[in-house]
């Protein structure tokens, strides 16, 4: 006898076509991902380095999403008030955090009210590294790191250095620095980066950690000796300033960085999207010739390595702090 064979599948075919397909395929939320605008909340204020980064991805970020992108400056509290605020939302990638280490990891270390931890956000790029410079008035009786250090060992206690505030990467960069060179020399908190500016340009304290886009136009001028920079190679801006470790303080690196994040629990495919248009933008010629005139270094990682340069990042700054007890109600 000749069975007949059915047209249509049965029950148990359309169960594994079913299966198959939802296994090659996308959730439909991430296939339609982002059907409207996004918003990128900034906890600093407009006009800064991660304000103008945060801008520069809104600005590149739409031809290639096919959607808007809004900044939003949500600033206070130390950098703590944005970034619980992009904590708290909804994890469907319409919020994203752009925010730099101090932010995102050091605050929650020496904050406990801060809110949230790494654990709140889900890493999507590695956007720009920052490196510092160490300056010195010139009026300091040393020249050069080497001299700095066999100073300060002579004279524990009788050095200062000044920084925006306590828990803030260039105070916890100081901090590094005496641990790896076996020093000891006063921080000296002002309520913001300019007061800190302005009194080691005064004089009123020997030395201090910036950034070098910042600081540079003071070295250039004179108002400040340069001695060193952080990054692991020497920068441009400043090319014949020796890095600190080249300098002679061994293992001593201590960049700031830029990244952009995603609410925890945001799909992993919205994350791997994100990441993978905004290293379209960052390996441009474009913008890596213009972040180098700024001293800033575009860095291109996955969302994984990413992840597991935050925690390394995490471990090496706990210790500092630790060390350092350094820690704010």
């Known amino acids: 006898m000749i069975r007949a064979h059915s047209r249509y599948p049965g029950p148990a075919t359309l169960a594994a076509l079913g299966l198959l397909a939802a296994l090659a395929s996308p959730p439909a939320g991430a296939q339609s991902y982002p059907n409207r605008p996004v918003k990128i909340i900034v906890p600093t204020p407009a006009g800064g380095p991660v304000d103008v980064m945060a801008r520069l991805l809104a600005n590149a970020l739409p031809p290639l999403i096919g959607q808007n992108v809004i900044v939003e400056n949500r600033a206070g509290a130390g950098n703590t008030l944005g970034s619980k605020v992009a904590a708290a939302a909804d994890p469907d990638g319409y919020t994203l955090l752009v925010s730099a280490a101090s932010g995102l990891i050091m605050s929650p270390m020496v904050y406990k009210s801060a809110g949230y931890d790494e654990t709140s956000f889900a890493p999507i790029a590695l956007v720009a590294e920052t490196p510092q410079v160490l300056v010195a008035h010139p009026a300091a009786p040393f020249n050069s790191v080497a001299e700095l250090v066999a100073y300060a060992r002579q004279n524990p206690g009788k050095l200062n250095y000044s920084t925006g505030g306590a828990g803030t990467l260039p105070h916890l960069t100081a901090e590094l620095f005496k641990q790896l060179s076996g020093t000891d020399i006063v921080h000296v908190p002002y309520k913001g980066s300019s007061g800190a500016r302005n009194d080691i340009l005064g004089?009123?304290?020997?030395?201090?950690?910036?950034?070098?886009?910042?600081?540079?136009?003071?070295?250039?001028?004179?108002?400040?000796?340069?001695?060193?920079?952080?990054?692991?190679?020497?920068?441009?801006?400043?090319?014949?300033?020796?890095?600190?470790?080249?300098?002679?303080?061994?293992?001593?690196?201590?960049?700031?960085?830029?990244?952009?994040?995603?609410?925890?629990?945001?799909?992993?495919?919205?994350?791997?999207?994100?990441?993978?248009?905004?290293?379209?933008?960052?390996?441009?010629?474009?913008?890596?010739?213009?972040?180098?005139?700024?001293?800033?270094?575009?860095?291109?990682?996955?969302?994984?390595?990413?992840?597991?340069?935050?925690?390394?990042?995490?471990?090496?700054?706990?210790?500092?702090?630790?060390?350092?007890?350094?820690?704010?109600?």
């Open 203 to 329: 004089g009123q304290v020997q030395m201090m950690f910036d950034t070098i886009a910042t600081m540079g136009p003071s070295v250039e001028a004179g108002l400040v000796r340069a001695l060193g920079t952080t990054g692991e190679e020497r920068s441009p801006i400043l090319p014949d300033v020796p890095t600190i470790s080249e300098a002679g303080v061994a293992g001593f690196r201590a960049s700031g960085w830029v990244g952009i994040m995603a609410p925890a629990a945001t799909p992993k495919p919205i994350v791997e999207k994100l990441n993978a248009e905004i290293r379209k933008i960052l390996n441009s010629a474009e913008i890596r010739e213009s972040w180098a005139k700024q001293g800033v270094v575009p860095l291109s990682m996955t969302a994984s390595e990413f992840g597991a340069f935050i925690n390394a990042e995490i471990e090496k700054w706990a210790k500092v702090a630790q060390v350092a007890g350094v820690k704010i109600n």
